[in-house]
């Protein structure tokens, strides 16, 4: 796979990472004549189909849920571990550790506002962080388990990593509002399909998943495009692992911002500067300092969405219609995991410069994708400098 950093594994296994900051990579294969399989260890874009249905039904079973989740994905990790083939390792690490990851994530980014009417924002730009933070550490702890201990325990050991990590959140949240009278409810009262009728909300989904689909194309395409130019696959890596650390401080930045200046405000600006750095930065970058600037300067602007997205969609459509919203809007960004597909088959049709293709990709889907986000704005206030 491009962009990943490759390392030896002792006896049958052998296992690669992917150092995005988004979606640390397991590769596993395995002797014998096994095939290869590539899934990813990523919270946003995992079992999202659980979505809906869970996002509406929180309120009722939180902590059952966060446990529910903590054990499907670390036994999904651990059962892994005994992976032979690729449907083995479809089942338990795409399957199971992915609903388990959406039962968690959408149960959290819908807790969480509840507890705050100030600085809402940049409470949830530390939450969404830790995944900039699991792309610089995660790397590097299965490098050195892999190395020592080979790819099937790597998988177990994440695994019991994460019912670990996991299981301090499960103790730990709770609504506020946990004093509730017991009212019998219609479906239609808990799954509110109305905010499809919303043209603000249905906006801002629009603009966002254009945006995503520029988004993942650095983090796949990068390390590769280093070693295109004469650079080391260990350079390669750092680029990934600096745009990671830089993406824990721009979604904290973008929470602080929002809640000063308005959270669609901050949005625009993220977004047009993260598309801008592809467009200016990455296409004129053919030295390791040109492309570590690019990766310091988007990886700092690229994730306002994951910070904001909570904030954005409370204020769209209320806290009584959140959950539903926050999890179709989330389904939604499903689709954007095919941006580097479309990106390389751009690329393979245009016959242009090697790596044209995804420089412009990716700066031109953010660049339309904050055209949507402008349209809100002025759709919510007309004002320029209204802070919305």
């Not at 100030?118 to 790397?139: C, H, N, Q």
């Not at 410069?353 to 055209?371: E, L, R």
């Amino acid at each position: 796979m491009t962009g990943s950093k490759s390392f030896d594994s002792r006896d049958d296994d052998e296992c690669t990472t992917n150092a995005d900051a988004e979606k640390p990579t397991i590769v596993t294969s395995m002797k014998e004549d096994h095939s290869s399989s590539v899934e990813p260890l990523e919270e946003n874009d995992g079992g999202y189909g659980w979505a809906v249905v869970l996002g509406s039904w929180f309120s009722l079973i939180t902590r059952t849920t966060l446990i529910i989740g903590t054990l499907w994905k670390g036994l999904g990790l651990i059962i892994a571990g005994w992976g032979k083939e690729p449907w083995q390792l479809i089942i338990c690490q795409g399957i199971i550790f992915g609903s388990g990851c959406s039962f968690t994530y959408v149960t959290i980014m819908a807790v969480a506002p509840q507890w705050f009417t100030k600085r809402r924002s940049l409470a949830i730009g530390i939450i969404v962080s830790g995944s900039g933070v699991g792309g610089v550490i995660m790397p590097e702890i299965m490098q050195a388990i892999n190395s020592t201990l080979g790819a099937s325990w790597t998988y177990r050991i994440l695994g019991f990593i994460t019912l670990g990590m996991d299981a301090i959140p499960c103790v730990l949240v709770r609504e506020r509002n946990v004093t509730k009278p017991r009212v019998r409810k219609h479906l239609s009262d808990i799954i509110h399909l109305d905010v499809l009728k919303d043209v603000n909300y249905c906006i801002f989904c629009i603009g966002s998943v254009i945006c995503l689909f520029g988004y993942f194309v650095p983090y796949y395409f990068l390390p590769s495009y280093a070693t295109f130019i004469g650079l080391s696959p260990a350079q390669g890596s750092a680029l990934l692992a600096v745009a990671s650390a830089a993406n824990v401080f721009g979604r904290i930045s973008a929470g602080f911002a929002g809640d000063r200046v308005g959270k669609v405000n901050v949005n625009i600006v993220f977004t047009i500067l993260g598309g801008l750095s592809s467009l200016l930065i990455w296409t004129f970058a053919w030295t390791y300092g040109s492309l570590m600037a690019y990766s310091v300067v988007f990886g700092f602007f690229c994730g306002s969405y994951f910070a904001l997205l909570s904030p954005i969609t409370a204020f769209l459509v209320g806290l009584e219609r959140y959950p539903t919203a926050l999890s179709l809007l989330l389904i939604t960004n499903i689709i954007s995991v095919f941006g580097p597909n479309i990106a390389s088959a751009i690329e393979l049709g245009a016959g242009a410069t090697p790596y044209f293709s995804y420089k412009m990709f990716s700066g031109v889907c953010y660049i339309v994708g904050a055209v949507f986000l402008v349209l809100l704005k002025f759709r919510l206030d007309s004002n320029p400098l209204a802070k919305v």
